[in-house]
C-alpha cells in the first residue's frame, strides 16, 4: 500500500492545504515522505458535519453488527501487515518486536470491546415496573439504558503509535459505546496513521456503515486540534500526552457554549515505595529490577517509575548501589521524537542544576541522535516536599530516590504527591502493617496500586484502571484502559411509559437481548 | 427544639459573623425568626478541615454501618415531628400536604439508597485472576472496585425543602458512596434547613461517626458559596437551582489548580410534543390535564411543562382553547420567595412585550404578595426558532404553546431545542410512527422520555433518570435523582497483585460480602 500523505474524510481521502508535517526517523533524523498537509477548520467541520449525520444511525446498530465492526477492524489492521510494522518502526525509533507486541496489543483491544459490546453490561439496564394501584400515588413503568454521547474528537499520543493512536483505546471505547470518531493524527508518526485510517476507512466500508463514522485530519499547529474540540458536533474528548497540551484542548473543551467531558491523561511519575522489610532482604535485586522497569521503551511510559521513596539507611544504600550500576550499564536509547528528546534533556539538566537533587549515575553515552541516557538521582524528603520542581514528570528514563528520616516522612512525603496512574508498593511479610496505613493515602493519590510489581505494563482487561487523580488525569472517575473505558462516551437515558413497540430492544418486556437486567430491584437471569 | 439561628459544624454549633439571613413568610411578606448570621471562609475552612479529617474512616465503614448510617437520619428527620412540616410550610408557603409528602420522600429516599449500600452493586468490582503461565507475559492479579471522591459540597435548592435540600437526593447519594458532606443552606428556608441539619448531626453522634462527617453553612453572598467550592479539600459538588447560579459556581470549580465535578442541575423548559392523532382525539381533556400540571407546586419544578409543540390547525386549537379555560379557572398560588416571583413578573412580562408570543390566557387575579397567576402563550415555529429568550426558562406556571405548519416544522424545532430534563410525547396508535421518527432526537435532547403522562413528578427509583444535556445539568452522564446518582461521588481503583490480607473486603478471593463479581470476565453468583 502506498503511502498517499493524504487526510481521511469520511471514504474521501483529502489534500491538506496547510504546513507539511513530515516524519522523522529519530534513529537518524532523518525526514520521511510522502508530506503531510494539515488540515484547515473547514475541513474539521466537513468531518464534523459527517460524524454528526453517521451519529443517529451508528448508535442504533445492533450490538453484534457493532462488534462485528470492531472486529473488521482488527482483521483491517492485521491485513497491512508488515507495512505497518514497517512504517511504525522508522517513524517511532521503537524495536520491530515492540511494535508487533504493540499491533497484537491493539488488535486484542478492539476484540474485547467486541465482546463488551455484545455482552450488554455497559447499557446498565435498569426496569421499574408501573404499580398502578400504589397509594397515594402511582407508580408509572420506568426503564433505564445508557446512549452514546455523540461524536468522540481523539487525540492519538507519540508514545504508542498504534495501541494509543489512530486505532488505539480511545477510538476503540467510543466506537464500542455508539460514538462516531475524528482522530487529529499524532505528527511523530503520520504514515503510522494514514495506515491505521485505511484499515478503519475500509472497515466502515465493508460493514456498510455511514460514511461519517470515521475521519482522520493532520495538523501541526493548534487549528485542527481547537476546532476539533469546539465543533458543536463533538460531545465528548480522549487526550493522551503531555500536561499542558492536555490543559489546553481541556480549556477549550471547558469554554464552549455546551462543555463536554474532555478525558486527558497527562502526567503521572508513578511512585513506588520500597518498605524497610523488602529493602533489607533484597534491595539489590529490587534496585536491579527497577531499573529494568525505568528502561523500558525508554522510559517513556505513563506508568514510568519516576519516583522511588524510602527509609535511608544501609538497606537503602545497596538499593541505590545496585540501581546505580545497573544505570550505569544501560545502554542509551533513540527516544521517540527529537522534540521529546530535546524536553528530556532539559529536564535533566534541571534536576543536575538543582542543589536540592544529588546526580547518583547517568546511563551510557548516546551513540546516535535522539538518545537519551539513563539518571537516576536522589533528594531528601524534606527538599522534596518543599520544591515542587522535583515532582515534576521527566518523560523518559529518570528517577528520583527520595530519602526519609522515618515512616512518618514517608507518610509526609505520600500526602505531598500530586495526583497519580499508579502507586507501587515493595513490601515483605514484615511490612504489612506500614502497608496496612499507607494503603488510604496511596487510594486517594492513585489509580491503580501494585505489591512487588513494577508499574510499566498496563494489561487490557475488565479490571484495569489507568486513570487517576488530577494531573494524571482531568477525570478520575474514569479509565482510559481496560473495558470499564466505554462508560466515558455514555449517558442515561429513561423512557418512562413507553409502547413496547417503542421501546429499544434491551428496554422490550420480553428481554430480546437476553441481558441481566436490574428488575424491579433485582437481577434477572 | 428551639431554634438556634446557628451553623452547625462537627459537633458544634456556630454563631455566624456575617449578615443576617431572615426567612421570609411568602404568603405574608413577614420576617421569620431567628436571625441566621452568614459565615465567613475560616467556618468554611474549619467545616472542610473536620471532613478532610473524617473522610478516610467514613469511607471505610463497613456497608451496614453506612446504611444504617441513613436508617438513622430518616428516623431523626421523622423524629422531628410536626415542628418540621410547620416551618417548612411558613417558610415555603407550600401547602401542609405537599410539606408531608415530600418529608415521606426524602426519608423513602435516604432508605433506598441504605438498601443499595448494602447491596453493593455501586462497588462494581471486577476480577481478573492471575495468569502465571501465560505466553508471551503473564498476567498479574487485578482487582477493581469504586472508592469515594472526597468531601462533597452540596447546595440546597429553593422548590424541594426537604428532598433537594440538606438532607436531599445530594447529601444522601454522596453519604452512600462514603463521601463526608457540608451542605450550603438555601437562604429561603434556614428553620427547615437547620432542623434537618440537626437531625443529621444528631445520627453522626449516635453511629459514633467522625464528626466531620456533616456540616452546615449559612451565607447570604457569595462569600461562603465559592470557598467551599474553592477549597482543595472539596473533591466534587451538587447544585440545584438557576442557570447562572449553577455556572458562576460551576466556573469556580473549573478553575481551581485541580478542578472537581461540579453537578449542576440548572434549566429546563420540559417540551411536551403533542402528537396529532392523539390531538384529534383528545385535544381538549389534554389541553385540561397540562395545565393541571403546569400548575403544580405553582409551576416551580425543574420538570414543569414550559412548551407544548404541535401541529396547528383545529385540533391543536382545541387543545388550546381548553388550555386557555383551565388557566382562566386557576387560582393565583403563592411562590417560594419573593426573589423568585419577581423573576416570573419579569419572565412573563417578557413574554407580554414580545412581538413574537401571543397571550391566549391568564389565571385568575393575586390576592395576597407573591402569588404567582398562571400564564399561556402561543408562538409560531419560525418565531420560536428565530428568538432564543423563547427558549428560555421561566420558572412558575406559565407555558409557551408553539405551532408548527407540519411534522418536518415541528422535527425542526425539536432540533433546535436545548438540553433538557424531559421531553414527552402525548400520542396515540396512528402517531407511532411519527413518534418512532422523534424519539433519536429526544434522546439526544432529554434524560427522561415520557408518553401520554406529564413531567412532574419524579420517582425515585433504581431506573430514574434526573438529568440531561447542557443547560439541563452540567454533566449529562449522570442523574441525580434515583439510585444511580450514588456514581457521581465514585472513581475506580485498581489493586495489582495485593495480599489477601491487604485487599478491601470486596476484593478479597473468599467475598466475604457475597458480591455478584464479575470474575474472569463472568458473574459471580
Redesign the interface.
Known amino acids: 500500500m502506498t503511502l498517499e500523505g493524504k487526510m481521511l474524510i469520511g471514504q474521501e481521502t483529502v489534500q491538506g492545504q496547510r504546513d507539511a508535517i513530515h516524519a522523522i526517523n529519530p534513529a537518524t533524523n532523518e525526514a520521511l515522505e510522502p508530506a503531510y498537509h494539515g488540515g484547515t477548520r473547514e475541513n474539521v467541520a466537513h468531518a464534523c458535519e459527517l460524524a454528526w449525520a453517521a451519529f443517529?444511525r451508528y448508535r442504533?446498530t445492533t450490538l453484534e453488527a457493532r462488534a462485528s465492526f470492531l472486529e473488521t477492524i482488527a482483521d483491517e489492521i492485521e491485513a497491512l501487515g508488515d507495512a505497518l510494522i514497517e512504517r511504525a518502526v522508522i517513524e517511532s525509533g521503537l524495536p520491530q518486536a515492540r511494535i508487533q507486541?504493540e499491533r497484537g496489543r491493539t488488535c486484542n483491544q478492539l476484540q474485547l470491546f467486541a465482546?463488551t459490546v455484545r455482552a450488554g453490561?455497559w447499557l446498565?439496564v435498569?426496569?421499574?415496573p408501573a404499580m398502578p394501584e400504589r397509594q397515594?400515588?402511582p407508580?408509572?413503568d420506568?426503564?433505564?439504558r445508557h446512549?452514546a454521547?455523540?461524536p468522540v474528537a481523539v487525540f492519538g499520543a507519540s508514545n504508542f503509535p498504534l495501541a494509543f493512536s489512530v486505532a488505539g483505546g480511545d477510538t476503540a471505547s467510543a466506537l464500542a459505546a455508539g460514538c462516531p470518531v475524528i482522530v487529529k493524527a499524532h505528527s511523530a508518526h503520520p504514515g503510522t496513521s494514514e495506515l491505521v485510517g485505511r484499515a478503519i476507512q475500509s472497515a466502515v466500508r465493508r460493514c456498510d456503515l455511514p460514511e461519517g463514522v470515521f475521519s482522520l485530519i493532520f495538523g501541526s499547529g493548534r487549528e485542527v486540534g481547537q476546532a476539533l474540540v469546539a465543533n458543536p458536533c463533538i460531545k465528548a474528548a480522549g487526550f493522551t500526552g503531555s500536561r499542558s497540551g492536555g490543559l489546553a484542548l481541556w480549556h477549550v473543551a471547558?469554554s464552549r457554549p455546551?462543555?463536554i467531558?474532555f478525558y486527558a491523561e497527562m502526567s503521572s511519575i508513578n511512585p513506588v515505595f520500597a518498605l524497610p522489610a523488602a529493602l533489607e532482604a533484597r534491595g539489590a535485586t529490587m534496585g536491579e529490577a527497577f531499573v529494568g522497569s525505568l528502561n523500558m521503551g525508554a522510559g517513556q511510559f505513563c506508568t514510568n517509575p519516576g519516583l522511588v521513596i524510602a527509609i535511608k539507611g544501609p538497606a537503602l544504600d545497596q538499593f541505590i548501589d545496585a540501581a546505580r550500576q545497573s544505570v550505569e550499564a544501560s545502554p542509551a536509547q533513540t527516544m521517540l521524537t527529537p522534540g521529546i528528546h530535546e524536553a528530556y534533556e532539559s529536564g535533566v539538566q534541571g534536576f543536575i542544576n538543582s542543589d536540592k537533587a544529588r546526580e547518583v549515575a547517568r546511563g551510557q553515552q548516546d551513540r546516535g541522535p535522539n538518545q537519551c541516557r539513563t539518571g537516576l538521582f536522589v533528594t531528601s524528603a524534606a527538599d522534596f516536599i518543599g520544591d515542587e520542581a522535583l515532582q515534576a514528570e521527566i518523560f523518559g528514563s529518570t528517577s528520583l530516590v527520595v530519602e526519609c528520616n522515618d515512616v512518618t516522612e514517608l507518610h509526609r512525603v505520600a500526602e505531598h504527591l500530586e495526583?497519580q496512574l499508579t502507586a507501587t508498593l515493595q513490601m515483605d511479610e514484615a511490612d504489612?502493617e506500614t502497608?496496612?496505613a499507607l494503603?488510604?493515602v496511596l487510594?486517594?493519590k492513585?489509580?491503580?496500586?501494585?505489591?512487588?510489581?513494577w508499574p510499566t505494563?498496563v494489561?487490557v482487561?475488565?479490571?484495569?484502571?489507568h486513570?487517576g487523580?488530577?494531573?494524571a488525569t482531568?477525570?478520575?472517575?474514569?479509565?482510559s484502559v481496560g473495558t470499564?473505558a466505554i462508560k466515558r462516551f455514555?449517558?442515561?437515558?429513561?423512557?418512562?411509559?413507553?409502547?413496547d413497540?417503542?421501546l429499544p430492544e434491551a428496554l422490550r418486556e420480553n428481554n430480546p437481548l437476553t441481558l441481566?437486567r436490574?428488575m424491579d430491584?433485582q437481577?434477572e437471569l
Open positions: 443517529d442504533d507486541g465482546k453490561e446498565d435498569r426496569i421499574d397515594p400515588l407508580r408509572a420506568l426503564r433505564q446512549v454521547l455523540g471547558q455546551e462543555p467531558p495526583g504489612l502497608a496496612r494503603l488510604p487510594e486517594r492513585a489509580g491503580r496500586i501494585l505489591v512487588n510489581g505494563g494489561e482487561c475488565e479490571a484495569m484502571v486513570g487523580p488530577f494531573p482531568s477525570d478520575a472517575r474514569t479509565t470499564a455514555l449517558r442515561p437515558v429513561c423512557y418512562q411509559d413507553l409502547p413497540a417503542l441481566r436490574l430491584g437481577r
